[in-house]
């Protein structure tokens, strides 16, 4: 079987798989698919071999394109170009090709050799396609194949929406249709994602490879009486674990809880070191976390959601999450960043009783849903995402097509994104461009139907300010001075560095730093080995649990004891004790019907297993019916007073559109908009964020949670 395949690739294969004894399964289906040109949307677990099942052929396909460039591979971070330069190149150069990258840090088109393949950011390319200097302009030209890595971090989103457009355009400028190669190992919908990704060119053909490893999920609540016992008992959570496991890549939900455990622990475990990485610590610090972390023989590492993507950092024994995620896409990519070499992924679940903030970290929610995240990975059972009319992308990309032509009109991103989204209308972009002359970045031409830059424009280009559509804010370096320097080693938000004083002690990329001074833009520290420090404080809104995963929250309370225990988890006898009495209280009260109970502090929680967004509508609904919320998650509602929920069978998307609408600032403040938002009219602002609330499916919900109840 070897021997075919050589014939297939030839002057690739030694460099690719010359080491291995056969091509994995995802490689043996996908290579003959890219040689034949063909578009395709595969999907297989982490770490199966995607990358090298479409960058050999392509390889194999570049040799016989000398001196151009024959693809261009996204992926959705630098830190994942940096990771596959490394695997790549090496590679590519023992086939004659040279592997060249582009983002915000980097730039090695330039050279005395063309490059074969281009990495890149969507970021980047907007540059290279916007800008075309001279050293990139023929290489775009020259691109046949285009890769997109890690295709469910684009789906859906801001990015997603201009990596489109982008596509669409590159494809323009080409003259020809692009092979189109879309990788991941989670997409809910392969179907609507492979129709999005195609654009106007021919359809991609979903290649899906199932994994073969066996799920082993280590369920434990990890209680205390206060965060400090907190600490002691995390320390003796993550010491059983070591007991067992060399290197361990713990994953927590925020930075706030990466720099806390990463303290506390580093504090209490000596014989381990327990390093940290999450996206705002600085370039330098997180490559040497990478390195430090691959090459130690026992080692912790905390991270936040950063890890979840293809970044090498070495063989991991075991998977730890404190606290579960709130998809099962992130469920499914962490658990695969461990135990690679064997044929079971290894999960340590830890329900934490408090957050460190000292607030309740409600355990026996994440108890639940660990639960419901294992039964929907074990089903192969998947969130959907909606796709939101982005305004604020056209906004974005109308300003990038006239940094390239120096003058921009609506037909203009008609003509070059030849399948435009339905809501980009002529209209519509040009109220956009209305509103940019309204902001002075813009000006209208005379007698044409035109719209050309202005001074303002040319400042924002030279910041940057329309390159991405990556939520903006505003940061401030931490410098610590060490060694009669300064060393950057993070950031934090500028609106809370204006907050700190000298003498402030604050905890920053998981240390105690003593505030020496705060600056305009940088805040210069001291280590500092203490006991007590302040929580830094970052501004990014949670993704929210989807529906999918709060049903079955409700599936796991009901279903029969024998499909429960089929389920691949090991409980604590805690763990166990805690589910079986949710399931005892809730099994009657839900097969009644009885979505509404009163607990015993007094407080009525309606239980609503609708996600995260239904939830907060139903809330925003309850206190304009005159109810008194306290708070919700993702599937309860509590209320101060019994609520009355017989009217929301009349609830229609028209209605809950109005709610919002009335308090639309609150919900702009909560949610991740691109950059342009501000700069739209505010009736597209309006119908962006209605569009992110997914309406429709809420107010079904709600309805089928009123109707549930006669």
């Given at each position: 079987m070897t021997v075919g395949w050589r014939a297939r690739l030839p002057r690739v294969y030694d460099a690719f798989f010359g080491s291995f004894g056969r091509l994995r399964p995802v490689q043996e289906q996908a290579i003959p698919l890219v040689l034949q040109r063909r578009n395709l949307l595969l999907i297989a677990p982490t770490g199966s071999g995607k990358t090298e099942a479409v960058v050999a052929p392509l390889a194999e396909m570049a040799i016989d394109h000398p001196g151009t460039t024959f693809a261009l591979y996204v992926v959705p971070t630098r830190a994942l170009v940096n990771d596959l330069e490394v695997r790549l190149a090496e590679r590519l150069n023992a086939c004659g090709l040279r592997l060249a990258v582009r983002h915000g840090e980097r730039n090695t088109i330039r050279g005395r050799e063309v490059p074969a393949i281009i990495l890149t950011t969507p970021e980047s390319l907007e540059v290279m396609l916007s800008l075309q200097h001279d050293y990139v302009r023929d290489r775009l030209r020259e691109i046949q194949a285009v890769v997109v890595d890690e295709t469910h971090q684009f789906y859906g989103t801001p990015r997603g929406l201009q990596l489109y457009c982008l596509l669409e355009r590159l494809k323009q400028y080409t003259g020809r249709s692009l092979q189109r190669i879309c990788l991941s190992a989670t997409v809910g919908e392969p179907e609507l994602v492979a129709e999005f990704f195609r654009g106007s060119d021919a359809p991609l053909e979903v290649v899906s490879v199932p994994g073969t490893r066996a799920l082993d999920i280590r369920l434990e609540p990890v209680m205390a009486d206060s965060v400090?016992?907190?600490?002691?008992?995390?320390?003796?959570?993550?010491?059983?674990?070591?007991?067992?496991?060399?290197?361990?890549?713990?994953?927590?939900?925020?930075?706030?809880?990466?720099?806390?455990l990463r303290w506390k622990l580093g504090e209490r475990i000596k014989h381990v070191p327990v390093f940290l990485h999450y996206s705002s610590l600085h370039r330098a610090y997180r490559e040497e976390v990478e390195r430090a972390f691959r090459e130690r023989p026992r080692a912790v590492c905390i991270a936040t959601s950063t890890l979840e993507l293809g970044i090498d950092i070495g063989d991991i024994d075991a998977v730890a999450m404190w606290g579960a995620p709130n998809t099962v896409t992130s469920f499914l990519q962490r658990l695969g960043r461990g135990n690679r070499r064997t044929d079971t992924s290894i999960v340590y679940a830890a329900c934490p009783s408090y957050y460190p903030s000292g607030g309740d970290a409600d355990p026996d929610s994440h108890l639940l849903t660990f639960v419901a995240l294992t039964?929907?990975?074990?089903?192969?059972?998947?969130?959907?995402?909606?796709?939101?009319?982005?305004?604020?992308?056209?906004?974005?990309?109308?300003?990038?097509?006239?940094?390239?032509?120096?003058?921009?009109?609506?037909?203009?991103?008609?003509?070059?994104?030849?399948?435009?989204?339905?809501?980009?209308?002529?209209?519509?972009?040009?109220?956009?461009?209305?509103?940019?002359?309204?902001?002075?970045?813009?000006?209208r031409v005379p007698r044409h139907d035109l719209w050309r830059p202005t001074d303002k424009f040319h400042t924002w280009q030279a910041l940057g300010m329309f390159w991405g559509n990556i939520p903006e804010q505003a940061e401030a370096v931490v410098l610590r001075e060490g060694a009669g320097r300064l060393i950057p080693i993070a950031e934090i938000p500028r609106q809370y560095s204006w907050q700190l004083r000298a003498g402030d002690v604050v905890l920053v990329a998981g240390q105690p730093r003593l505030v020496l001074s705060v600056e305009s833009q940088n805040v210069r520290v001291l280590d500092l080995?203490?006991?007590?420090?302040?929580?830094?404080?970052?501004?990014?809104?949670?993704?929210?649990?989807?529906?999918?995963?709060?049903?079955?929250?409700?599936?796991?309370?009901?279903?029969?004891?024998?499909?429960?225990?089929?389920?691949?988890i090991r409980y604590t006898r805690q763990a166990r004790r805690r589910l079986q009495e949710w399931r005892t209280t809730m099994q009657p009260r839900l097969a009644a019907r009885q979505v509404i109970a009163k607990e015993p502090r007094g407080h009525w929680v309606i239980y609503t297993f609708a996600g995260t967004v239904a939830n907060l509508l139903l809330s925003h609904w309850l206190r304009a019916q005159g109810t008194c919320v306290i708070r919700h998650d993702a599937w309860r509602v509590w209320c101060a007073d019994p609520p009355r929920l017989n009217t929301l069978t009349k609830c229609t998307p028209d209605y809950l559109a109005r709610l919002v609408t009335a308090e639309l600032r609150r919900y702009v403040a909560n949610l991740p908009l691109p950059p342009m938002f501000r700069h739209l009219p505010e009736t597209l602002q309006r119908e962006e964020v209605l569009s992110m609330l997914d309406l429709e499916t809420s107010a079904r919900l709600l309805r089928e949670l009123a109707e549930s109840m006669e």
């Open positions: 400090n016992g907190l600490a002691d008992a995390a320390a003796a959570w993550l010491t059983a674990i070591l007991e067992d496991r060399r290197k361990v890549l713990v994953f927590a939900n925020t930075r706030v809880q990466c720099d806390w039964s929907c990975a074990v089903k192969s059972e998947l969130e959907t995402r909606v796709l939101p009319r982005y305004y604020s992308v056209l906004a974005q990309q109308l300003l990038a097509l006239c940094c390239h032509w120096g003058m921009v009109a609506p037909d203009g991103f008609q003509r070059v994104v030849a399948r435009a989204p339905e809501f980009a209308t002529t209209a519509t972009l040009a109220s956009v461009l209305d509103k940019l002359v309204d902001a002075k970045v813009l000006e080995v203490t006991s007590e420090a302040e929580l830094a404080q970052y501004r990014s809104p949670a993704e929210p649990t989807p529906a999918r995963v709060a049903r079955e929250i409700a599936e796991v309370l009901t279903m029969p004891d024998a499909e429960l225990a089929r389920l691949p």
